[in-house]
């Protein structure tokens, strides 16, 4: 019986140390690097279109693996897409479940955009003090890049968030990339149907 034990406590101990070993290698190779997760595609239109396109909330269930549709909650006093503009992302159709809120908070028009994440409800893991910026950067008349980020704005964030984000930075990434790539598609069909 005491044979069983030990060898049970070895297997246990063993199993920690693993588990330890991949958390430390998930963290280590988590896309969440230098306070920042980013993803950029190159998009072959002009640039004013992308940026155009990124404007309007309505879009985003064109192109979101995510969000299924965006509301605005001050579009009776600031335009869509402007600084100042607040807006409720929800998941799910019926507006239940996992929904956030975002503030434009800047802009540069046609180089950045960016906006506050608050209010988050009903997700896994949650992080104060979020924001993504959008980058739009000129290659040619009919090309360039966009760039999404999600990072810390303002103090840079406690250990347990940072652990959280280095965690939840592989599905943020992954969804970015979906999206971007849609973005990429209807852009560029939208702007060679013209």
């Known amino acids: 019986m005491e044979r069983k034990?030990?060898?049970?406590?070895?297997?246990?101990g063993y199993s920690f140390l693993v588990?330890?070993?991949?958390?430390?290698?998930?963290?280590?190779?988590?896309?969440?690097?230098?306070?920042?997760?980013?993803?950029?595609?190159?998009?072959?239109?002009?640039?004013?279109?992308?940026?155009?396109?990124?404007?309007?909330?309505?879009?985003?269930?064109?192109?979101?693996?995510?969000?299924?549709?965006?509301?605005?909650?001050?579009?009776?006093s600031v335009p869509d897409g402007q600084v100042g503009s607040r807006r409720r992302c929800?998941?799910?159709?019926?507006?239940?479940?996992?929904?956030?809120?975002?503030?434009?908070?800047?802009?540069?028009?046609?180089?950045?955009?960016q906006l506050l994440i608050y209010n988050l409800k009903d997700f896994s893991m949650t992080a104060d003090n979020l924001a993504t910026n959008q980058f739009y950067e000129p290659i040619s008349d009919n090309k360039c890049k966009l760039t999404f980020t999600v990072f810390f704005n303002g103090n840079q964030p406690g250990m347990w968030n940072w652990f959280k984000t280095k965690l939840a930075a592989y599905k943020i990434l992954d969804i970015f990339e979906r999206n971007m790539d849609n973005i990429k598609r209807i852009v560029e069909e939208e702007h060679h149907a013209k």
């Open 5 to 12: 034990s030990k060898r049970w406590k070895k297997l246990l």
């Open 19 to 76: 588990i330890i070993l991949l958390l430390g290698i998930a963290i280590w190779k988590s896309p969440f690097r230098d306070g920042v997760i980013a993803h950029t595609v190159e998009v072959e239109a002009p640039l004013p279109e992308v940026y155009d396109f990124l404007s309007n909330s309505d879009n985003a269930k064109r192109w979101s693996v995510f969000v299924n549709h965006i509301t605005t909650l001050n579009g009776d």
């Open 90 to 113: 929800f998941c799910k159709a019926d507006e239940t479940g996992t929904q956030w809120d975002e503030l434009i908070s800047e802009i540069e028009p046609y180089k950045r955009r």
